[in-house]
């Protein structure tokens, strides 16, 4: 007994330094996101223009937008209208589409944690004005994911997708997952991560993350799955909090 015991504990311990040493880690390289992105843009907007490769030189699209970010900030908050950001989130160029969604997930998370703007309730007040176009800014952050990635910077559109797209749940866990494995940004990939194996109620990508990423060049994030093994290892042997006898 003392002997099992004892060869269980080297190779936790072994198990454990190899993940955080970062052994066998793999270069995150960037693949093409799942199909219904494009597909949908391009059942939506039948002409998809397109910005010209001098437009796209003089700025990143997903980090400069100082006046998209004002409009966003003015509708959620002040009540304004909604009609210009939709006119935006539809627009039929996608550059326009990717740039108005990586200011709208930008504004965000910062009033998600600004208790002083008593954003839950506007937050409600503003998805029950376009409801009608969920789709739309959910396949528009779905875009803007994909260029934060091709442009290499962080974004906070994980949040976004996470905790506010919940009627298309399952297309988010799908993105989230493909950001999780080839976006370049350790935040994106940690993030991901932890809402698709905690809360993306979808098994299989949990599983495909948790051997994937094990491999993660990024200690946060070998970190964030050493996490979600140890969780799942306690609610397999003592079930899941309230659940307990």
Do not use: C
């Not at 390289?29 to 199909?35: A, E, G, I, Q, S």
């Not at 539809?90 to 002083?116: Q, Y």
């Amino acid at each position: 007994m003392m002997i099992t015991v004892v060869i269980l504990t080297v190779a936790v311990l072994l198990f454990l330094t190899h993940a955080l040493a970062g052994l066998n880690a793999k270069e995150v390289t960037f693949t093409p996101p799942p199909t219904f992105v494009d597909e949908y843009a391009a059942n939506r907007y039948q002409v998809e223009k397109t910005t010209s490769e001098s437009e796209q030189a003089n700025a990143k699209l997903t980090t400069d937008y100082f006046i998209e970010a004002a409009l966003v900030r003015n509708v959620i908050v002040n009540g304004e209208s909604p009609d210009e950001l939709i006119r935006l989130f539809t627009h039929p160029e996608k550059a326009t589409r990717v740039k108005i969604a990586a200011a709208f997930a930008e504004v965000n998370i910062k009033l998600s944690h600004d208790e002083g703007t008593d954003f839950d309730n506007k937050r409600k007040a503003f998805w029950e004005k376009v409801e009608v176009h969920s789709a739309d800014i959910q396949n528009a952050l779905f875009e803007a994911l994909v260029t934060t990635a091709e442009e290499r910077v962080r974004t906070f559109i994980p949040y976004t997708l996470a905790w506010w797209m919940q009627d298309e749940k399952p297309k988010a866990v799908e993105m989230l997952t493909w950001a999780a494995k080839h976006h370049p940004d350790p935040w994106v990939r940690s993030f991901s991560v932890y809402y698709v194996i905690q809360f993306g109620e979808n098994e299989a990508y949990a599983s495909e993350l948790i051997d994937d990423r094990t491999h993660d060049p990024d200690l946060k994030v070998r970190q964030r799955i050493l996490e979600q093994r140890f969780r799942r290892f306690e609610e397999m042997v003592f079930g899941k909090e309230g659940e307990q006898s």
